[in-house]
């Protein structure tokens, strides 16, 4: 991003504000008391003071303030009023309730009509009472709210209602995407923007550029602005940012974590997940990289907002646990289930959490979040899974800003594009699309040659190449299977057996990593292996307490016992290009790609439901995947060699003892 050096704050600040608009404040000659020392409430016009007729009284009359009063550090700013003298102060006093300063300003100038004063850096964009002090006397002028922006002066334009400057140690840069989820501008040489803005959302964003951060509130990215006046009043709406080398980064992509202060989630959330991706951190960083996390969505979840008191405020709490500032997603269960429409629902997320899609860029990637679910909540909190038209549109907009269609593109939503694929009927080669219009969405981002899409919502883990430019990652979850197998089995596995956890991305330039770190395992712990002779699933040994008929049902393949000696391996983040190869005595053994389910998964979650004699939520069940693979040994004793190797090149082993038991705590 170009940085014009030469464009400093001073170049911005050599033009005043004359406080002449919004209600006057006739003072008349009324002698007032001295600025209190201390913050107790000061006299105000409205009060009726005791009449002093002494010399040494002084007076300022027709004074008004705006309501706000928009300035820049260090401009020269002009008080029209009657009666100022040479020698007079003026004293900005903080409204009860703010932790600043008082700060007193010597003037600089003074006329028939006004008083001159440089503004100090000390000044906050808060709200001040304003005294003029002259020898030992004080007289309360008005208040005004102080909004203090980098350049004050920014001439209007016809039909542009939010204007600003986005900037770096005070100069502006150039050519840096601003929006408020419609329209799309991009600063000018001196970092100024406009937007014709109508602000329906109530807020505009910045499109962080490469090498730069913003500012974070504790973990929150602070890249947007919120909009607070009437559409047709301009509002100036700056963003500063912070030089910083982030073309070596890695993001933490996190699915769902479903905290609802339920099923033991908060403690697990804090000592499995929380002290997991905090070590990834800091191995990261230590290793001199710029370190980031992206949630996917269903951070809550929104049938337990009013039940449980939890919601969107206490997952912030433990975001802010997070040692790198989090991007957020928001998911169906993050929608307001006390309200109907998609954008009335969302409220709740834009206010604790800021804009529903955005997009911003971290070194060469450039990274977008989408709101991919159109939340009616007419009938028991349904939703669609789209991308609404308005939304579709700015999206159009911002990756037209983008010219040079080689910038690798990360697009983060919370439904998944494509649905799980059955390798059995073609699907892997024919993905089914679960958007709406995702066949418009795989369009838009068909103009570039690297896309990597990253969903959460299904629980599982599965990868889908649309294209050689675009490939789905449907990401294995935090929360697991909605935190039941941590609670039940200790072991913390989704439904189609992905170990509960996250996905790495590491990009160095355009050299793009990525790996799924299972929660509790090193990084390498990439497949499990099954002996199929040993997965016997019974009713006897997994769930004695169970009084139901249903028990095949759930048990399904693996409810009569298999002496073929088969062995199961699930890979979980497999995708195309990975292979796995399984030797048996330096034999070669034929492997066979599945569409099956996970027997560990059967007995951690369902058995044990079954076992309190609970009906196993159906969401929540088994699901098969195609991320398995089959091979058929030659006895029931062989040792087998497996190998399975990624689209990257590493590798990874397992010497596979057999028999090997089905355990909770099997790898």
């Given at each position: 991003?170009?940085?014009?050096?030469?464009?400093?704050?001073?170049?911005?600040?050599?033009?005043?504000?004359?406080?002449?608009?919004g209600?006057?404040?006739?003072?008349?000659?009324?002698?007032?008391?001295?600025?209190?020392?201390?913050?107790?409430?000061?006299?105000?016009?409205?009060?009726?003071?005791?009449?002093?007729?002494?010399?040494?009284?002084?007076?300022?009359?027709?004074?008004?303030?705006?309501?706000?009063?928009?300035?820049s550090?260090?401009?020269?700013?002009?008080?029209?009023?009657?009666?100022?003298?040479t020698?007079?102060?003026?004293?900005?006093?903080?409204?009860?309730?703010?932790?600043?300063?008082?700060?007193?300003?010597?003037?600089?100038?003074?006329?028939?009509?006004?008083?001159?004063?440089?503004?100090?850096?000390?000044?906050?964009?808060?709200?001040?009472?304003?005294?003029?002090?002259?020898?030992?006397?004080?007289?309360?002028?008005g208040?005004?709210?102080l909004?203090?922006?980098?350049?004050?002066?920014?001439?209007?334009?016809?039909?542009?209602?939010?204007?600003?400057?986005?900037?770096?140690?005070?100069?502006?840069?150039?050519?840096?995407?601003?929006?408020?989820?419609?329209?799309?501008?991009?600063?000018?040489a001196?970092?100024?923007?406009?937007?014709p803005?109508?602000?329906?959302?109530?807020?505009?964003?910045?499109?962080?550029?490469?090498?730069?951060?913003?500012?974070?509130?504790?973990?929150?990215?602070?890249?947007?602005?919120?909009?607070?006046?009437?559409?047709?009043?301009?509002?100036?709406?700056?963003?500063?940012?912070?030089?910083?080398?982030?073309?070596?980064?890695?993001?933490?992509?996190?699915?769902?974590?479903?905290?609802?202060?339920?099923?033991?989630?908060?403690?697990?959330?804090?000592?499995?997940?929380?002290?997991?991706?905090?070590?990834?951190?800091?191995?990261?960083?230590?290793?001199?990289?710029?370190?980031?996390?992206?949630?996917?969505?269903?951070?809550?979840?929104?049938?337990?907002?009013?039940?449980?008191n939890?919601?969107?405020?206490?997952?912030?709490?433990?975001?802010?646990?997070?040692?790198?500032?989090?991007?957020?997603?928001?998911?169906?269960?993050?929608?307001?289930?006390?309200?109907?429409?998609?954008?009335?629902?969302?409220?709740?997320?834009?206010?604790i959490?800021?804009?529903?899609?955005?997009?911003?860029?971290?070194?060469?990637?450039?990274?977008?979040?989408?709101?991919?679910?159109?939340?009616?909540?007419?009938?028991?909190?349904?939703?669609?899974?789209?991308?609404?038209?308005?939304?579709?549109?700015?999206?159009?907009?911002?990756?037209?800003?983008?010219?040079?269609?080689?910038?690798?593109?990360?697009?983060?939503?919370?439904?998944?594009?494509?649905?799980?694929?059955?390798?059995?009927?073609?699907?892997?080669?024919?993905?089914?699309?679960?958007?709406?219009?995702?066949?418009?969405?795989?369009?838009?981002?068909?103009?570039?040659?690297?896309?990597?899409?990253?969903?959460?919502?299904?629980?599982?883990?599965?990868?889908?190449?649309?294209?050689?430019?675009?490939?789905?990652?449907?990401?294995?979850?935090?929360?697991?299977?909605?935190?039941?197998?941590?609670?039940?089995?200790?072991n913390?596995?989704?439904?189609?057996?992905?170990?509960?956890?996250?996905?790495?991305?590491?990009?160095?330039?355009?050299?793009?990593?990525?790996?799924?770190?299972?929660?509790?395992?090193?990084?390498?712990?990439?497949?499990?292996?099954?002996d199929?002779?040993k997965?016997?699933?019974t009713?006897?040994?997994?769930?004695?307490?169970?009084?139901?008929?249903?028990?095949?049902?759930?048990?399904?393949?693996?409810?009569?016992?298999?002496?073929?000696?088969?062995?199961?391996?699930?890979?979980?983040?497999?995708?195309t290009?990975?292979?796995?190869?399984?030797?048996?005595?330096?034999?070669?053994?034929?492997?066979?790609?599945?569409?099956?389910?996970?027997?560990?998964?059967?007995?951690?979650?369902?058995?044990?439901?079954?076992?309190?004699?609970?009906?196993?939520?159906?969401?929540?069940v088994?699901?098969?995947?195609?991320?398995?693979?089959?091979?058929?040994?030659?006895?029931?004793?062989?040792?087998?060699?497996?190998?399975?190797?990624?689209?990257?090149?590493?590798?990874?082993?397992?010497?596979?003892?057999?028999?090997?038991?089905?355990?909770?705590?099997?790898?």
């Open positions: 991003m170009e940085k014009k050096d030469h464009f400093t704050r001073r170049a911005f600040i050599q033009g005043t504000i004359v406080t002449g608009l209600l006057t404040l006739n003072l008349g000659s009324c002698k007032k008391p001295s600025l209190p020392e201390e913050p107790t409430e000061p006299t105000k016009p409205d009060e009726t003071p005791e009449p002093d007729d002494s010399e040494d009284t002084f007076k300022v009359t027709d004074v008004s303030f705006p309501f706000q009063t928009d300035v550090k260090g401009m020269a700013l002009t008080i029209a009023g009657v009666g100022f003298a020698g007079d102060r003026i004293v900005f006093q903080p409204v009860a309730g703010t932790n600043h300063e008082k700060v007193t300003v010597e003037t600089t100038s003074v006329t028939d009509y006004a008083a001159v004063v440089v503004l100090p850096d000390t000044l906050h964009s808060v709200r001040y009472e304003i005294y003029v002090t002259r020898g030992t006397e004080s007289l309360y002028l208040a005004t709210n909004k203090v922006v980098f350049n004050a002066t920014i001439p209007d334009q016809p039909g542009m209602t939010v204007k600003g400057t986005v900037y770096a140690a005070g100069a502006g840069l150039a050519g840096v995407v601003v929006s408020d989820g419609y329209a799309v501008s991009k600063t000018d001196e970092g100024v923007y406009y937007l803005s109508a602000k329906k959302n109530g807020y505009v964003f910045v499109s962080i550029p490469a090498n730069y951060e913003v500012a974070t509130d504790e973990r929150l990215p602070l890249f947007f602005n919120r909009l607070a006046r009437a559409e047709q009043i301009v509002e100036i709406m700056d963003f500063e940012l912070t030089p910083v080398d982030n073309n070596h980064h890695v993001v933490m992509v996190l699915g769902d974590m479903h905290l609802a202060n339920r099923n033991q989630d908060v403690s697990q959330f804090q000592s499995g997940f929380l002290a997991d991706v905090n070590q990834s951190i800091s191995h990261y960083e230590q290793a001199g990289k710029k370190v980031y996390a992206l949630t996917l969505g269903d951070m809550t979840w929104d049938t337990y907002w009013q039940s449980n939890y919601s969107l405020p206490d997952y912030l709490q433990e975001m802010n646990k997070i040692n790198a500032p989090v991007f957020n997603t928001i998911g169906n269960h993050d929608n307001n289930p006390a309200k109907t429409g998609d954008w009335e629902t969302s409220d709740r997320f834009r206010t959490l800021g804009p529903t899609y955005y997009s911003f860029n971290i070194g060469k990637v450039h990274y977008v979040v989408l709101d991919n679910i159109e939340y009616l909540n007419t009938n028991n909190r349904n939703y669609n899974g789209t991308i609404v038209a308005e939304q579709m549109a700015w999206l159009v907009k911002d990756l037209d800003m983008i010219t040079d269609k080689s910038t690798p593109i990360f697009v983060a939503m919370h439904i998944q594009l494509a649905s799980n694929p059955n390798i059995e009927s073609g699907e892997s080669a024919n993905p089914r699309i679960r958007l709406t219009n995702g066949q418009e969405l795989i369009d838009v981002l068909s103009a570039f040659d690297t896309v990597h899409v990253f969903t959460g919502h299904t629980h599982m883990n599965y990868n889908i190449r649309y294209s050689p430019s675009l490939l789905e990652h449907n990401i294995g979850v935090v929360c697991a299977t909605w935190w039941w197998t941590g609670k039940l089995a200790n913390h596995i989704c439904k189609d057996g992905t170990p509960g956890g996250y996905e790495i991305w590491e990009a160095d330039h355009r050299d793009l990593k990525w790996t799924y770190k299972s929660i509790g395992y090193d990084e390498d712990y990439q497949f499990r292996a099954y199929l002779n997965v016997h699933i009713k006897d040994v997994y769930a004695p307490a169970y009084t139901g008929t249903s028990w095949n049902t759930y048990a399904v393949e693996y409810a009569d016992q298999n002496q073929r000696n088969e062995v199961l391996i699930n890979v979980w983040n497999y995708d290009d990975w292979t796995v190869t399984v030797a048996e005595n330096g034999n070669q053994l034929p492997v066979t790609r599945v569409h099956a389910r996970d027997p560990l998964h059967i007995i951690s979650y369902t058995a044990k439901r079954l076992d309190a004699n609970a009906v196993p939520t159906a969401d929540f088994t699901a098969k995947s195609s991320h398995l693979f089959k091979v058929q040994a030659s006895s029931p004793t062989s040792t087998l060699e497996i190998t399975v190797t990624d689209g990257l090149g590493r590798v990874y082993t397992e010497q596979m003892v057999r028999p090997k038991e089905l355990e909770y705590l099997m790898r």
